[in-house]
């Protein structure tokens, strides 16, 4: 890290006039949060733009885009708003604590406040469980129910863990992801909502009720009255469907070489175990399906040399470089942030092949 940078990574930003998504490299500093355009591996300078911290107000979780649950929004005290997408719950969680922070930076009382959370937790006696459980099944600003695929098996009318504590905390019913979890529990135990899948009915034998709900974006629940399990038969399951089924094992944005054009673009990367794949996913774009992924069994996995353009890589690309070289003899150019990064990924595939 630079010195004053205090976070930096690609987030997925909405475009201002024209409201498409664009992965962007962004640098946290104390007052000023600056984002910058790749080409060739590189962020190009001058910044492209930079959004000013000072009187910024943060709303995370933001649920105003049903297909982006992952997003940061930032509303300047010029009423500019910014929408920043992560790649992972953890991701954005990360950064939306580093802002925070850098917001109130001349404010002791409210940094301390972020480090410290609350463990206990009672229901405010204004509200009770069937008003949320109404506001749940709000057909505009609930809950939205929808097919989800656990370990091959298609369960109809569902929603992830994480989720839901994202939404608890959106509207206020909760401050923070441990209150959101204990009150998604007290919902399971009086029989408002009901775990599907074998993560989610796993977690109900954990004897705390803190633990009895996952707060986790593979565990399935239900409302109760709509619990409904379709198992898929052996012959509608697709390939993609059992490529998709394994668990996330590592997730995150790096970027890729085109095999036909030989540009390069950032995608968000998933890795999967039993069975092992990678996927890559096109963050520009609102649906949640790979662009291309390949089996990792039998695939090779190295780093590349950092002094120069290493053999096989167009463009003056440098750097945190490393390849995937599948069963097939199909090439994979693969760019992390950095060699910490760079060096996670690797250890996490070889583990895979």
Known sequence: MEDGVLKEGFLVKRGHIVHNWKARWFILRQNTLLYYKLEGGRKVT??????????????????????????????????????????????????????????????????????????????????????????????????????????????????????????????NFSANRLEAVTLASMLMEENFLKPVGVRSMGAIRSGDLAEQFLDDSTALYTFAESYKKKISSKEEISLSTVELSGTVVKQGYLAKQGHKRKNWKVRRFVLRKDPAFLHYYDPSKEENRPVGGFSLRGSLVSALEDNGVPTGVKGNVQGNLFKVITKEDTHYYIQASSKVERAEWIEAIKKLT
């Open 46 to 171: 001058p910044p492209k733009g930079r959004i000013l911290l000072d009187g910024c107000t943060i709303t995370c979780p933001c649920l105003e885009y049903e297909n982006r649950p992952l997003l940061i929004k930032l509303k300047t005290r010029t009423s500019t708003e910014y929408f920043l997408e992560a790649c992972s719950r953890e991701e954005r969680d990360a950064w939306a604590f580093e802002i925070t922070g850098a917001i109130h930076a001349g404010q002791p009382g409210k940094v301390q406040q972020l480090h410290i959370l609350k463990n206990s937790f009672k229901l405010p006696p204004h509200i009770s469980l069937h008003r949320i459980v109404d506001k749940m099944h709000d057909s505009s600003s609930g809950i939205r129910p929808s097919p989800n695929m656990e370990q091959g098996s298609t369960y109809k009318k569902t929603f992830i863990g994480s989720s839901l504590v994202d939404w608890l905390i959106s509207n």
